[in-house]
């Protein structure tokens, strides 16, 4: 079975600090992939970084960089110098070669306090 | 520019109706996915199609059916609404290898009354 799972429903951070959500998954496939997606309040689904599982090298893109813990089957994501736009619902998820479900996790919420 | 429509925002239906949620990719991806999203419980997969007229069940199927007659176009049916299926809605394509992006729509928020 392939399970995401999002331990934090809602976290809040100050303004050019960092914060981390956390995600662990489970699949049973030798090859998946890993995403991190945000959901700001007009609703509109974004990506912000993708890991390949085959890859030992973390994923960056500008401020966003993931920590991805394949033995741990954890896969987190941090953000630095937070900025009021960060502010969004933010889902970790999974795909796989063998099967293409692209599974969701519950959501963490995240607020960028001013 | 990329897009996935969804025929509608806001959807009210009564209890028992039929009802249709179209979605459109103009990317000509192979692979097209409906969810539903609650708080709490995230997006769950309800179906998934990777080709035309193909179709696979999600996690949550019970009480929705699909239609893939054409590769852009990816419907959602609800045979009979229930109250349990006031939802938000979500469709999402992505291209035929699995680690791509996944384009979304806008989402349907639907009010079963």
């Known amino acids: 079975a392939q399970t995401v799972t999002q331990s934090q429903p809602e976290m809040s951070v100050q303004e050019a600090e960092t914060v981390t959500l956390s995600c662990t998954y489970d699949?049973?496939?030798?090859?998946?992939?890993l995403f991190w997606y945000k959901q700001p309040p007009s609703r509109q689904m974004i990506l912000v970084i993708r890991?390949?599982?085959?890859?030992?090298q973390n994923a960056t893109e500008n401020r966003f960089s993931v920590n991805f813990q394949k033995a741990a089957k954890s896969f987190s994501l941090k953000i630095s110098d937070s900025q009021l736009g960060d502010t969004a619902m933010y889902f970790c998820?999974?795909?796989?070669?063998?099967?293409?479900?692209?599974?969701f996790g519950t959501g963490t919420r995240l607020k960028v306090l001013a | 520019d990329v897009k996935v429509t969804q025929s509608s925002r806001y959807l009210v239906k009564r209890t028992g109706e039929k009802v249709f949620l179209e979605c459109v990719q103009d990317?000509?991806?192979?692979?097209m996915f409906w969810y539903r999203q609650d708080p709490g419980l995230g997006l769950r997969l309800i179906y998934f199609?990777?080709?035309?007229?193909?179709?696979e069940k999600g996690d949550i199927p019970e009480g929705y059916s699909v239609s893939r007659e054409k590769k852009e176009r990816f419907s959602l049916i609800l045979e009979s609404a229930s109250t349990n299926q006031t939802s938000m809605y979500l469709c999402?394509?992505?291209?035929?290898?699995?680690?791509?992006?996944?384009?979304f729509g806008q989402g349907t928020r639907l009010t079963v009354v």
């Open positions: 999402a394509s992505i291209t035929g290898t699995p680690n791509t992006e996944a384009f």
């Open positions: 998820a999974s795909s796989t070669s063998g099967t293409y479900k692209y599974i």
């Open positions: 199609s990777y080709d035309v007229k193909m179709k």
């Open positions: 890991q390949e599982a085959y890859k030992q």
């Open positions: 990317m000509d991806h192979e692979n």
């Open positions: 699949t049973s496939e030798n090859n998946y992939y």
